[in-house]
């Protein structure tokens, strides 16, 4: 049996950049568009969803592409938007590790 992969470990620098992209409402609706949607997501609907400007979803996606949160495949001339998995899971063993850190001082 192989054993289930590791979530690379997040640089503090990286966990920043993260947090960063995640503090602006629409990109955290942008987010949670993608992660409800079963297939990745087209950005005809990600703008409707969003009732942004082309040039403002565009914005967003790339500082969520930069941050590593989104994976982006080019199809032509067609985009889909889907999630990074690995990046997640490495930002809540992250993030959870603050909590437990906090709690085992008191």
């Known amino acids: 049996?192989?054993?289930?992969?590791?979530?690379?470990?997040?640089?503090r620098?990286?966990?920043t950049s993260i947090l960063k992209a995640l503090a602006d409402p629409n990109r955290l609706q942008l987010l949670e568009r993608i992660a409800c949607s079963a297939f990745p997501l087209g950005c005809a609907e990600a703008r409707a969803a969003l009732a942004i400007s082309p040039a403002?979803?565009?914005?967003?996606?790339?500082?969520?592409?930069?941050?590593?949160?989104i994976h982006v495949e080019r199809a032509g001339k067609f985009i889909h938007l889907s999630l990074r998995s690995d990046v997640w899971?490495?930002?809540?063993?992250?993030?959870?590790s603050l909590g437990q850190a906090s709690s085992s001082k008191s």
Do not use: F, M
């Open 1 to 11: 049996k192989s054993l289930p992969a590791q979530s690379p470990r997040l640089s």
């Open 13 to 15: 620098a990286r966990r």
């Open 56 to 69: 403002t979803l565009s914005h967003h996606i790339k500082e969520l592409e930069a941050a590593g949160l």
């Open 89 to 96: 899971s490495s930002l809540l063993a992250s993030l959870s």
